[in-house]
């Protein structure tokens, strides 16, 4: 059997897409869960909510 190569380039601009999908939409769902935090607060809300700012921030200072 023939093994099916890997298009480097394609790869590349896929991650580069669904980086800046994730960026557009990190904010909102923050916000989001913010909101259902202060309502709900249970400790899986309060932990999401914190790994939504974990990478909002990495996403602002350029960590990612």
Do not use: H
């Not at 994730?22 to 309502?39: D, E, G, H, N, Y």
Request: net charge positive.
């Amino acid at each position: 059997m023939m093994k099916k190569k890997i298009d480097k380039q394609a790869v590349r601009t896929w991650a580069r897409n669904a980086k800046k999908v994730c960026k557009q939409l990190i904010l909102p769902f923050s916000v989001f869960q913010a909101i259902r935090t202060i309502i709900f607060p249970t400790t899986f809300d309060v932990l999401l909510l914190a790994i939504f700012i974990l990478i909002y921030l990495g996403f602002q200072y350029e960590w990612f």
